[in-house]
Structure formats: structure tokens, C-alpha cells
């Protein structure tokens, strides 16, 4: 329609400038040349919109003005042509109209084409002019009607398919969802009264080792494998909120696993948060921290002792979290002994690769990305989840 717009106003400027009277500036030309101007203009106006959030009347007025310029440079050059940008606007008003306003606004552009058409041609064929400008006019707008109901349909098409895929979608997550809320029911019926039940097995071990004459180690062996049956509780509960969709700050989860490393490990850790704290997704807050709980266990493995630090970082694109230590010393074994060999940290990292491909595939999986790698000091994985 656009292109056909341009079109019809250099045609309508040939017709014009090649008819008489030609357009000037006094009397009848005068008004040929003001009357052109607004059909040009109105052209111009209606081929350069692009919006459809306009009034209907501001829809209406380009093709009004363009019908009633016609008609006038009809009757002032009489000019077979100029049936053209008449038969345009009426196109115009059936494209971008309601039908009933349509018929209502063309049915007076398309009678004045032809009384002027039968007025100004030679009377033995000025009935076949006259039917000839009405038909081209009725034409052309009931071929816009029909490409307007037919854009129509297709809009309501392409709308019924993206509710259905959106229906789909959420189909899909429901399932999801059920599927992850069974398994959840089984890991806590399972997993989590089997170490519930052991860690009050244990702790009545412990009460009897503390009633008899036990060895000290024993005793701590007991009292440490009590923790550890809670530790791993409070892992399975924490998988089993993931799983279920409850939201856990990542700070208190970092702070509660830094803490167990520094007594259990002997691990030197610097946690810092930056930035405005919010919410993740469940599948994101278990990502990110059992990647810190990887990170941090091969810290303690392979740079027993080296200082580490873990920055949680909330930025408005992504939340990053950051786990570096500075290596092992130089010349130490994995246990920290002096060998008198330099043994860099990144071969403490080319063993199966199991921990950092899972690592991997937890981020990914939650739609983030992971790096690790070595750095002038040590060793950095760095996770990212975009917001």
C-alpha cells in the first residue's frame, strides 16, 4: 500500500502538470495548484504513517482530503486520470476503517467521481465514463476489505498460536513442577528420616561413650559424626526446598558453609557480599552453592592453609560469585609438606575433571556460565547467573 501511495502521487502530479489549465499562482490555476498541494501532501502523509494507534479521524482525514482534491482537479482539468486518486482514497478508507464508517465516508467521494465523470466527458459515452470510475472505485475497495479481514485473520491466527504455545509452556512447568514436588516427597521420606534416624543413633552413642570409660578419639569420632549426620540433613533438606521451589538467602547459605569450612577444613575464608541482595531461582540458589562447596573442598585439598575468598556479587545483570585462594606454597605436597619441588595449583586440577564438570552443568542448567582456571596466585572459579 505505502509503495502504491508514492506511485499515485507521481502519477497525479504528471496528470496535473500536463492537463490545462496548468497549475499558477492567480485565478483558476491558483486553485488547481493548492488543490494538488493538498493531494501530494495528504499522499505523502498517509504513505509515511506507520502507527496504527491513531484516532479515527486522524486516520480518516489524508484519504478525505486526497477523495476531495480529486474530485475537484476532476472537474477544474477534466481529466480522465484523476479518477486515480479518488479511487485511492476510497481504497484507503476500506483499508484502515471500520466497513460501516468506510462505506459511509467513500459512498459521497464515489458519487462525485462519477456525476463529474458524466459531466465533463462527451455525452454519447459519458454514462460508460461514469460507471467506469464508480466500478474501479467499488473494486478496489472491496479488494481492501477482503486484505484487511484477511490481515485480520492472520493476526488472530498468530495470537490463538502464541496462547497455545504459551499454554504448552505452562503445561510443561506444571509437569515440572509435579514431577520435582514427588521427588522432593521422596528424598524427604527417604533420604531424610534415614539420617534423622542416624543422628539419633549417634547421639546416644555419644551419651553412652560419655557415661563409660571410651578413648578420647573415639568419644570426638562420635561427637563429629553426629555433626556430620546433621550436616548432610540439612544438605537433603536443602535440596528438597530447591526441589520445591522454596526461596533461601544465598548469604545465609554462604555464611553457614563458610563457617563449616573454616572449623572443618581449616580453611582461611574471607566471605563479602556487594550489591543489592535479591531473589533466585531455586535450580540457581542450589547451583551456586554446591559450586562454592566444590570450589571450597578443593581449596582445602590442594591449597591446604591459602587464604580464600568468596564475593558474592548482585549486579543489576547477573549475580556473580567468585571463589579464590592463593595456591599452595611452593614446594608443598597435597598435604602440605615441603617437597623442594615447585608443584603449580593447576595440576591439583587435572585429574577426571568430575568436580568442575558438574560444576558445569548445574550453571548451565540454571542458565549461567562458569570459569575456572589458574591466576598469578592460585586458583579462581568464577560463577555468573544473569538476571
Not at 365 to 385: F, L
Request: aromatic share 2%; charged share 20%.
Amino acid at each position: 500500500m505505502h509503495l502504491l501511495l508514492w506511485g499515485v502521487m507521481v502519477l497525479t502530479t504528471a496528470s496535473a502538470l500536463q492537463s490545462r489549465p496548468h497549475p499558477g499562482v492567480t485565478g483558476q490555476r491558483l486553485v488547481i495548484g493548492l488543490v494538488l498541494a493538498g493531494c501530494l501532501l495528504s499522499l505523502a502523509v498517509a504513505a509515511l504513517a506507520r502507527g496504527t494507534g491513531k484516532s479515527e479521524a486522524a486516520t480518516a482525514a489524508p484519504p478525505l482530503i486526497l477523495g476531495v482534491g480529486g474530485n475537484v482537479l476532476a472537474l477544474l482539468q477534466s481529466n480522465s486520470m484523476m479518477m486515480v486518486p479518488v479511487a485511492t482514497a476510497v481504497a484507503m478508507l476500506f483499508a484502515r476503517l471500520r466497513p460501516r464508517l468506510a462505506v459511509l465516508l467513500a459512498a459521497p467521494l464515489t458519487v462525485a467521481i462519477a456525476v463529474i465523470a458524466a459531466c465533463v466527458s462527451p455525452s454519447h459515452n459519458a454514462t460508460e465514463n461514469a460507471g467506469a470510475c464508480a466500478l474501479l472505485c467499488a473494486v478496489l475497495g472491496a479488494a481492501c476489505v477482503f486484505a484487511r479481514q484477511a490481515r485480520l485473520r492472520h493476526d488472530h491466527t498468530e495470537l490463538l498460536l502464541a496462547e497455545l504455545e504459551d499454554s504448552r509452556e505452562a503445561q510443561t512447568r506444571a509437569a515440572a513442577v509435579a514431577e520435582r514436588t514427588r521427588i522432593a516427597r521422596e528424598l524427604h521420606d527417604i533420604l531424610a528420616q534415614s539420617l534423622s534416624a542416624l543422628s539419633v543413633q549417634l547421639e546416644g552413642a555419644r551419651k553412652l561413650a560419655e557415661r563409660g570409660t571410651v578413648d578420647p578419639a573415639l568419644h570426638q569420632l562420635i561427637v563429629r559424626s553426629g555433626e556430620l549426620t546433621r550436616e548432610g540433613l540439612g544438605d537433603a533438606r536443602r535440596a528438597v526446598a530447591a526441589l520445591r521451589g522454596d526461596e533461601v538467602p544465598m548469604a545465609d547459605q554462604l555464611t553457614t558453609l563458610a563457617g563449616r569450612c573454616r572449623r572443618d577444613l581449616a580453611l582461611p575464608i574471607t566471605l563479602s557480599v556487594a550489591g543489592q541482595p535479591r531473589g533466585l531461582t531455586p535450580e540457581a540458589n542450589l547451583a551456586l552453592y554446591r559450586g562454592t562447596q566444590e570450589a571450597l573442598t578443593n581449596a582445602a585439598r590442594y591449597a591446604a592453609g591459602s587464604p580464600t575468598t568468596v564475593l558474592l556479587r548482585y549486579t543489576p545483570q547477573a549475580v556473580t560469585l567468585t571463589i579464590s585462594d592463593h595456591g599452595r606454597a611452593v614446594g608443598a605436597d597435597h598435604n602440605g609438606t615441603e617437597t623442594g619441588a615447585p608443584v603449580p595449583p593447576v595440576e591439583a586440577w587435572t585429574g577426571g575433571g568430575n568436580g568442575l564438570r558438574g560444576m558445569r552443568e548445574r550453571i548451565e542448567r540454571a542458565g549461567g556460565r562458569i570459569h575456572a582456571g589458574p591466576t598469578e596466585q592460585g586458583w579462581t572459579v568464577e560463577m555468573e547467573i544473569p538476571a
